[in-house]
């Protein structure tokens, strides 16, 4: 029985975060936790040293021991001033440990997540958990710690003092005790509650604020600045009156046990001074080390009451936390994989099968080739698994069924580094970091010198840009490429997948953002860059795949077409139907018009 309730404990959250946090931190609370125990017992002895300072003062045969109780005095408050400042500097150092190593594991775990996760969670709610979750962690060892060390010590010690001075009053004490506890406890039931709406309420004024940040363009040109400005009152007020609530919950622990604490006190007077109980006359100094012990007591007996309180409000971010970091990550690399092996890029799509939600597949049996060194594009309309092949591609997902193969190696049995160095990929919508534009474009490769940064640029018909920027490639470019139009972003991020040089190319509606005259630029630009290059590309504007060498129409996950431009056209089917809608005139002249 006991070792199960040990086991139980261990793997409670509690006992998880205590001994991971004891176990990496643990010289660290060893020092707190020594510095705590003088606290203890200095405390203890302050108490027991009021007998002697009232003697002192009070008997004419203790007069000659004034200076020793003095020096007496000096030396216990020195030492649990200096054990309170060692206490309070390694129990910050340990408790800033640990919101850093838990903030440093959850973003290792959230970094190696899907990109499907990404679209499950919303941002806000990720961010509570990691901001949240690791201050928690913190306050929680550092009340649970300092609860059974320090207080609980403080505590026996005093009620020893007291115990040994007035024995038969400190039994008043222990009937004051176990009321005050059982009080504290019906306050925990409601407190949990509560704080979990408190942490749904701080979770959407984040999502509003990221909302207004990513969306004022939208909110301003739809006048809805009164509606997100409810959204954020609303979020607000919904706070602070959860804050509220357990603020109220907190605060009735001191003034339960201030007024438990009076009662007891003033029936220890009264005790006293009738005298109840006394086998033998009790000197001044004796009743006032007892009240003394009594009154020191009362500080760590609150703070030991109200642990439990503070222990189920961070529970709540703990449990979100743990939760995170516990999760199981569909998309792991196998123990076994190997770096995949030189080769011209060749990618295969065998008999595959995928959805994303399981039962209701987006792709079905689908058979590809896509040619070494060849451009190959994928049409047809939205939603029929286009983009979804591209993150087949990249991995970002696991084929149900059937497999994906580069060069014949089937990515499952690849390392992830290795496969994404093999590929550069260019979206729909650019995102770049808030840093310079020197440094967005080296991340997509770290040894890059500066004139290969350049020369990648130019290519992309971006130098001239930047160039004429405030700081050049030293300009900084905002959160999320703010400072730049999208089309300068669209240049900057086929400058990105220039700049690395891979094997294999995907464009998701690479242009998409360019004017003309930058359009055709950059596909000059794409035309030396895809050069013996296998070339993966989505459109919707079919002007942009009129030179590749093969065209898949795809629709509904499956492979309607496939062919050169003008085979396509030829077979008079969907492939034509777009085209003549695209272009509005006879397909017979539109072969070859549309430039």
Do not use: C
């Not at 005095?73 to 309170?84: H, T």
């Not at 958990?129 to 026996?156: E, H, I, Y």
């Not at 984040?206 to 363009?217: A, H």
């Not at 309180?309 to 961070?314: D, P």
């Amino acid at each position: 029985m006991i070792k199960k309730t040990w086991a139980n404990w261990k793997s409670s959250h509690i006992g998880r975060l205590l001994g991971e946090s004891l176990r990496n931190q643990g010289w660290l609370y060893g020092i707190a936790m020594a510095a705590m125990v003088v606290v203890a017992g200095t405390t203890a002895g302050t108490a027991w040293m009021m007998e002697n300072i009232v003697n002192a003062m009070t008997e004419p045969e203790m007069r000659s021991k004034v200076g020793w109780v003095a020096l007496a005095v000096i030396g216990l408050f020195f030492s649990k001033a200096a054990a309170s400042y060692v206490q309070a500097v390694f129990l910050a150092r340990a408790g800033n440990r640990i919101i850093a190593v838990q903030q440093e594991r959850l973003y290792e775990k959230l970094i190696k997540r899907g990109v499907g996760f990404f679209s499950r969670n919303e941002s806000s709610g990720l961010l509570m958990r990691v901001t949240n979750g690791a201050q928690a962690a913190r306050v929680l060892v550092d009340v649970v710690v300092t609860s059974f060390v320090r207080d609980l010590l403080t505590l026996v010690g005093l009620v020893f003092v007291m115990i040994y001075q007035q024995p038969m009053l400190s039994v008043l004490f222990f009937v004051v005790g176990p009321v005050a506890l059982v009080s504290v406890r019906m306050l925990l039931k409601r407190v949990k509650a509560i704080m979990q709406s408190e942490l749904m309420a701080l979770s959407e004024i984040i999502k509003v604020l990221q909302e207004t940040s990513g969306g004022i363009t939208i909110i301003k040109v739809f006048a809805l600045e009164k509606h997100m400005t409810g959204r954020m009152n609303g979020a607000i007020r919904a706070v602070e009156e959860r804050a509220n609530s357990i603020s109220k919950l907190q605060s009735v622990a001191s003034p339960l046990m201030e007024f438990l604490a009076g009662l007891a006190i003033a029936g220890i007077l009264v005790i006293s001074a009738i005298g109840f109980g006394d086998s033998e006359p009790t000197t001044a100094g004796q009743l006032m080390s007892f009240i003394t012990a009594l009154l020191m007591a009362y500080e760590p007996a609150k703070r030991l009451s109200r642990m439990r309180v503070v222990i189920e409000t961070t529970l709540v971010p703990i449990g979100m936390m743990f939760e995170l970091l516990d999760e199981e990550e569909p998309m792991r690399e196998r123990p076994d994989a190997k770096a995949m092996e030189p080769g011209p890029g060749e990618i295969r799509l065998k008999d595959l099968t995928f959805g994303y939600k399981g039962d209701t597949p987006v792709i079905s049996n689908m058979n590809l080739t896509f040619e070494a060194g060849k451009t190959t594009a994928l049409v047809g309309q939205s939603g029929g698994g286009k983009s979804t092949i591209f993150g087949l591609i990249m991995r970002f997902y696991d084929p149900d069924s059937g497999a994906v193969e580069i060069d014949g190696q089937d990515l499952q049995g690849v390392t992830f580094a290795s496969l994404r160095q093999k590929i550069s990929y260019v979206g729909q919508e650019t995102f770049l970091f808030s840093a310079s534009v020197m440094d967005n474009l080296r991340y997509a490769r770290p040894d890059a010198t500066d004139e290969e940064v350049m020369e990648a640029a130019r290519d992309a018909h971006a130098h001239d840009f930047i160039s004429k920027l405030e700081y050049g490639y030293d300009t900084p470019v905002g959160e999320r490429g703010a400072f730049l139009s999208g089309g300068q972003k669209q240049r900057l991020a086929i400058a990105r997948a220039i700049l690395r040089k891979s094997e294999i190319l995907l464009l998701d509606e690479a242009t998409s953002a360019l004017d003309a005259e930058s359009e055709t630029l950059v596909k000059k630009a794409l035309d030396r860059l895809t050069e013996n290059v296998t070339t993966i590309v989505i459109a919707h504007r079919l002007s942009t795949v009129l030179e590749a060498d093969k065209i898949f129409v795809i629709q509904d996950g499956e492979v309607l077409e496939e062919g050169n431009l003008e085979s396509l056209i030829e077979k008079d089917g969907v492939f034509r139907q777009l085209f003549d809608h695209q272009f509005k005139q006879p397909a017979a002249e539109g072969a070859t018009s549309p430039q």
